[in-house]
T-cell receptor
Framework: GAGVSQSPSNKVTEKGKDVELRCDPI?????LYWYRQSLGQGLEFLIY????????KSGLPSDRFSAERTGGSVSTLTIQRTQQEDSAVYLC????????????FGPGTRLTVT | GENVEQHPSTLSVQEGDSAVIKCTYS??????FPWYKQELGKRPQLIID?????GEKKDQRIAVTLNKTAKHFSLHITETQPEDSAVYFC?????????????FGTGTRLKVLA
């Protein structure tokens, strides 16, 4: 079946502009995660959605970052007033509610802030 | 919060030799430990995982060991092949306690020399 998809695959934006990154999880997966991977670095947790529960926003680095998940499926990560340090690959993952804890990753969106 | 340390950051081995990557976690409540492989330009993919109720798990040439007392777990790859070259990430989470997000280590770049 279809895996996790993300769009756009690449995004170049000017400092100070807002960007929206989209994630389509695997159909039926109730949990959705956003991570950030800076060049040559590990994966940093940003935010986690599980069903209708309040999201875990504990990893968001500043109030310029926000995310929403509509209808329990598609999610959008929004970065306002982008800064150069926001340049990174933003990865989305999803997992089923039952049957295991594996997270399935999307291909990522490479964000470059100039 | 949870912190995961991973060593070494880079590892070069001759084809056919074994490779060992080590991770240490800080939160004793963590009970699920996945390992992900990320090839250049690709998404992370799960290669093996272990839950806290077992001390070792093996899948063909890869194995993971867990020492809960020391809060330490390791990835072992035997008979390495050039296609094992990639970045490997360990992670920890507490799904049994309701915390499904992963806290990742900083990654190990493995190079298998032919």
């Amino acid at each position: 079946g279809a895996g996790v998809s993300q769009s756009p695959s690449n995004k170049v934006t000017e400092k100070g502009k807002d960007v929206e990154l989209r994630c389509d999880p695997i159909s039926g997966h109730t949990a959705l995660y956003w991570y950030r991977q800076s060049l040559g670095q590990g994966l940093e947790f940003l935010i986690y959605f599980q069903g209708n529960s309040a999201p875990d926003k504990s990893g968001l680095p500043s109030d310029r970052f926000s995310a929403e998940r509509t209808g329990g499926s598609v999610s959008t990560l929004t970065i306002q007033r982008t800064q150069q340090e926001d340049s990174a690959v933003y990865l989305c993952a999803s997992s089923p509610e039952w049957g295991g804890y594996e997270q399935y990753f999307g291909p990522g969106t490479r964000l470059t802030v100039t | 919060g949870e912190n995961v340390e991973q060593h070494p950051s880079t590892l070069s081995v001759q084809e056919g030799d074994s490779a060992v990557i080590k991770c240490t976690y800080s939160d004793s409540a963590s009970n699920y430990f996945p390992w992900y492989k990320q090839e250049l330009g690709k998404r992370p993919q799960l290669i093996i995982d272990i839950r806290s109720n077992v001390g070792e798990k093996k899948d063909q040439r890869i194995a993971v060991t867990l020492n809960k007392t020391a809060k330490h777990f390791s990835l072992h790859i035997t008979e390495t092949q050039p296609e094992d070259s990639a970045v490997y990430f360990c992670a920890a989470s507490d799904p049994m306690g309701g915390t499904y997000k992963y806290i990742f280590g900083t990654g190990t770049r493995l190079k298998v020399l032919a």
